[in-house]
């Protein structure tokens, strides 16, 4: 066996600032941009967004801490973490966060294709006026391959570079653009004569749905998507890590500004949807699941058509923000892949990066060519999946590395009282409440797997 410390020395973060966007950059996706304010809007506004921050809080930040604290502690792949801090019976989970990444991206690329599609179109002259058509044009069949494969290859050409002149770099530069063009969106957003009953859309508090069991499941579902926790990727991140901040900090950091993100992304989508009367084009009022993830893609531009060129460039705008939210997302899926083959087979970054990003690629084309089975792909591994790595890391960390977890957190927090309530959420309440969400999912993952099943053999 090769000693991958002894052929290449480990790469790491420059700042802090790099690590904390590039953190920002993984959770801040195509999660964010719409799927949360829809199923907000859905769940019941304003009570719905409320209960998300109670979820993000008391399981969220607790988890992520986590994360934070193997990854900065084992200063390995989690595959290879897991394995040697929990023991061999702790492999499994190893795979499982590689097995995830590999199947969130191959289908996660696929959107990121479609933004990327959008924009281009929309900078050479504004999309077609028939864009419930456009849209079926583009996204599915060759036009999608042709545009996942693209954005596949520029996922794969950051991650070759590696952390620092690599991830780093592509945060620092999206992540600032990214925020101006959001802010920008929604003081534009805010100047619609019709927006005003998007934001009473939004945000009114309808107490009645809270209490349908199905609203933990989405909720929880939309918090480890779009905090990107469950697979291993912050704790790959923090690998990458040599100093001693204050982890928990860290996670509250992150949490914070992707919960930003989503709720002023709300603020953009709402009114111009009201604005424009496309209520029933993307069909609100029925179930979430019902929607595919094609309605903003339609919605958006539909509205748009009646300002002209003004609306050209708020639709390039908003797909120039989607398209850079879903890469540096892409990046940290691909990087828990690439770091794994890295730390556990001693491989180089270059050839793991483009081998596993060919695989990747492939495996995304079922995806591209069937959108039934790209929702099938996220709401069993994007959603499902999550829930159960997530279990299990706080299982692992709550419990099996409970007294070198502490001291870690320790070394950047020195409140001990701080510490013992982080390690209550992690023991108690969050695998309590993972495990209510987990059987809540049952019916849908597994009427998602035998969609992935039949789809993948036909
Ligand atoms: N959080 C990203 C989004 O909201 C997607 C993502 C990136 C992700 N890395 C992840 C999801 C890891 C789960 C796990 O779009």
Redesign the pocket.
């Known amino acids: 066996m090769t000693d991958p410390a002894a052929t290449q020395a480990r790469d790491a973060w420059g700042t802090r600032a790099g690590f904390i966007l590039a953190a920002v950059g993984?959770?801040?996706?195509?999660?964010?941009?719409w799927?949360f304010s829809y199923v907000a809007a859905e769940g019941g506004g304003a009570a719905f967004v409320l209960l998300y921050l109670v979820l993000v809080a008391i399981i969220g930040i607790p988890l992520m801490t986590s994360e934070l604290i193997v990854g900065r502690m084992s200063q390995e792949s989690p595959v290879v973490a897991v394995k040697r801090l929990g023991g061999p019976a702790w492999a499994p989970l190893g795979w499982l966060f590689v097995f995830?990444?590999f199947g969130?991206l191959a289908y996660?690329s696929v959107i990121a294709g479609w933004t990327m599609r959008y924009a281009f179109d929309a900078l050479r002259g504004g999309l077609p006026t028939d864009a419930g058509a456009y849209f079926q044009s583009v996204a599915s069949g060759w036009p999608a391959i042709a545009s996942h494969l693209l954005f596949m290859a520029i996922t794969v050409a950051i991650v070759v570079f590696g952390v620092k002149r690599g991830l780093e770099r592509a945060a620092l530069i999206l992540m600032p653009v990214l925020f101006l063009i959001l802010v920008g969106l929604a003081v534009w957003a805010a100047s619609l004569p019709g927006g005003g009953a998007g934001y009473a859309y939004y945000l009114r508090p309808q107490l009645g749905e809270l209490l349908d069991p199905n609203i933990i499941r989405l909720a929880a579902g939309q918090a480890?998507?779009?905090?990107?926790?469950?697979?291993?990727?912050?704790m790959t991140y923090a690998s990458y890590l040599r100093s001693k901040e204050n982890l928990a900090k860290e996670a509250t950091i992150v949490a914070l500004a992707?919960f930003g993100v989503a709720f002023v992304a709300g603020l953009v989508i709402f009114p111009i949807i009201f604005n424009f009367g496309l209520e029933t084009t993307i069909g609100l009022g029925r179930e979430i699941s019902d929607n595919t993830v094609g309605t903003l893609f339609i919605a958006l531009p539909t509205g748009l058509q009646s300002l002209g060129s003004l609306g050209d460039i708020v639709v390039a705008a908003f797909f120039i923000m989607l398209f850079f939210?879903?890469l540096t997302?892409?990046i940290?899926?691909l990087e828990?892949v690439v770091s794994a083959v890295i730390d556990g087979w001693g491989w180089r970054r270059r050839s793991a990066s483009l081998l596993f990003g060919f695989l990747i690629a492939l495996g995304g084309i079922p995806a591209a060519i069937n959108i039934d089975f790209l929702g099938a792909a996220d709401a069993f591994v994007?959603n499902f999946l999550?829930i159960v790595g997530g279990f299990f890391t706080a299982i692992l960390v709550g419990y099996r590395l409970i007294g070198p977890a502490d001291a870690e957190l320790a070394r950047g927090m020195d409140n001990a009282r701080a510490r013992a309530v982080w390690a209550g959420f992690v023991r108690y309440v969050a695998p309590i409440l993972l495990l209510v969400v987990l059987y809540f999912m049952m019916p849908t993952a597994w009427q998602a797997f035998i969609t992935i099943v039949t789809l993948g053999r036909g």
Do not use: Q, T
């Open positions: 993984s959770a801040v996706g195509l999660g964010n941009m799927r995830c990444g969130i996660y480890f998507f779009s905090l990107s926790l469950g697979m291993g990727a912050l992707d939210a879903a997302s892409a940290s899926l828990v994007g999550l």
